[in-house]
């Protein structure tokens, strides 16, 4: 008897999985992306497994349908830390010789509001000296907010004397 020849695996990914997106704050177990992987062979020429670079937090996980796997989030992401990972996976049969195949993912995390604003110094001194103009600007702070880095400014104004005014970020 013969055995049957290993010849043909290709994993195909839907175009808009290609490049997908994720909010920072989603949960360990989120699926982001299904993968459908298809081998023409049977039997042990046939059967797939799938697997992503571990340097990441996902996983693949295969699904109730055969050679389908749902790409999840292992642990929590954090945009600030790193907001954009290249997933390579790989579709392997179980064939001999085993052939294998790879896509490219492309995941972004998408911000959410998670972090408050911070003053660059805490805090602030600043002294007024008398015959200012009323209403004039006499002292600005500076505020970002991560990771957009859009600047917030705050001014404090006093007239007719001269005194020191403290500003605490917290």
């Not at 389908?68 to 989030?73: A, G, K, P, Q």
């Not at 085993?98 to 896509?103: M, R």
């Not at 957009?148 to 605490?168: D, E, G, K, L």
Request: hydrophobic share 30%; proline share 7%; with cysteine.
């Amino acid at each position: 008897m013969v055995p049957p020849l290993n010849h043909s695996l290709t994993s195909t990914l839907t175009r808009s999985f290609l490049c997908v997106s994720i909010p920072e704050d989603s949960r360990p177990g989120t699926t982001v992306a299904l993968i459908s992987v298809s081998d023409l062979d049977s039997g042990l020429n046939g059967k797939v497994i799938c697997t992503v670079n571990e340097d990441v937090p996902f996983t693949l996980s295969p699904s109730l349908k055969d050679k389908m796997f749902s790409l999840v989030t292992k642990s929590p992401l954090d945009r600030e830390k790193q907001s954009h990972y290249e997933l390579t996976v790989t579709a392997k049969d179980a064939g001999q010789p085993s052939l294998s195949s790879e896509k490219t993912i492309s995941v972004v995390v998408s911000d959410v509001n998670d972090n408050s604003p911070e003053f660059s110094l805490s805090p602030y001194t600043f002294y007024v000296t008398e015959g200012n103009d009323p209403g004039g600007s006499v002292f600005s702070v500076k505020a970002s907010d991560l990771p957009s880095c859009c600047h917030r400014f705050w001014s404090s104004v006093s007239q007719h004397q001269r005194h020191s005014q403290r500003v605490h970020s917290g």
